[in-house]
């Protein structure tokens, strides 16, 4: 896998549009899609020893939605945001604590519905290296990496067909990494993310 640079990774980005609604057109119509609730995450990127990581959240057994499972850091868009933009920002100081302005944004993969209800836009960005992250355990039970070079594995992954509300529809799950599962929206998420830098294999 060539290095990929800080200018290199944000010239894919925003060259990238992710048509997730064309894509799943048949699982989901518009109509629908205008009812679901306006939601962002921040897809945390880093780097250690000059290798990129992708960083994630174990979510909390508490939580009334998608508790214990794996996630980026993010959440529903709240009055006092003014965009998209800012709710994945405030989300992701919430949760574990990394500054706004500590986040260099690259841009984001477009909005992305999932079943639950939620239309949710990925943002990208990179953080700095080691950081003190301040976890919000209320919401984050624990924070890891995974290196993108071993999410672009294509042997990594697999798709598995669940039901739904009466309907069969792919799900994308990750093998274990150290104990954790990444599967459903986030890896959706993160197979986005390696297609637009062009690692999906």
Same mark, same amino acid.
């Given at each position: 896998?060539?290095?990929?640079?800080?200018?290199?990774?944000?010239?894919?980005?925003?060259?990238?549009?992710?048509?997730?609604?064309?894509?799943?057109?048949?699982?989901?119509?518009?109509?629908?899609?205008?009812?679901?609730?306006?939601?962002?995450?921040?897809?945390?990127?880093?780097?250690?020893?000059?290798?990129?990581?992708?960083?994630?959240?174990?979510?909390?057994?508490?939580?009334?939605?998608?508790?214990?499972?794996?996630? %980026? @850091?993010?959440?529903?868009?709240?009055?006092?945001?003014?965009?998209?933009?800012?709710? #994945?920002?405030? /989300? *992701?100081?919430?949760?574990?604590?990394?500054?706004?302005?500590?986040?260099?944004?690259?841009?984001?993969?477009?909005?992305?519905?999932?079943?639950?209800?939620?239309?949710?836009?990925?943002?990208?960005?990179?953080?700095?290296?080691?950081?003190?992250?301040?976890?919000?355990?209320?919401?984050?039970?624990?924070?890891?990496?995974?290196?993108?070079?071993?999410?672009?594995?294509?042997?990594?992954?697999?798709?598995?067909?669940?039901?739904?509300?009466?309907?069969? %529809? @792919?799900?994308?799950?990750?093998?274990?990494?150290?104990?954790?599962?990444?599967?459903? #929206?986030?890896? /959706? *998420?993160?197979?986005?993310?390696?297609?637009?830098?062009?690692?999906?294999?």
């Amino acid at each position: 896998m060539a290095q990929l640079t800080q200018s290199g990774i944000q010239e894919l980005i925003r060259a990238y549009e992710f048509d997730h609604l064309r894509r799943y057109g048949d699982l989901y119509s518009a109509e629908k899609v205008d009812h679901y609730t306006r939601a962002a995450v921040l897809i945390p990127m880093l780097q250690i020893e000059r290798e990129w990581h992708v960083l994630l959240t174990q979510r909390s057994e508490t939580l009334v939605e998608h508790r214990g499972q794996v996630a %980026f @850091p993010g959440g529903a868009q709240e009055s006092q945001d003014t965009d998209l933009y800012h709710t #994945a920002l405030r /989300e *992701m100081q919430e949760e574990i604590g990394v500054k706004p302005e500590d986040v260099h944004v690259f841009g984001h993969l477009g909005d992305m519905p999932v079943i639950t209800g939620y239309l949710v836009r990925p943002y990208v960005g990179q953080i700095p290296w080691p950081y003190p992250l301040d976890i919000s355990m209320e919401e984050v039970h624990s924070v890891f990496t995974i290196p993108l070079k071993w999410l672009a594995d294509p042997h990594n992954r697999t798709i598995q067909f669940r039901s739904y509300a009466g309907r069969e %529809f @792919p799900v994308i799950f990750f093998k274990l990494y150290e104990g954790y599962q990444l599967w459903g #929206a986030s890896a /959706e *998420m993160t197979l986005a993310l390696l297609s637009a830098l062009g690692l999906a294999g």
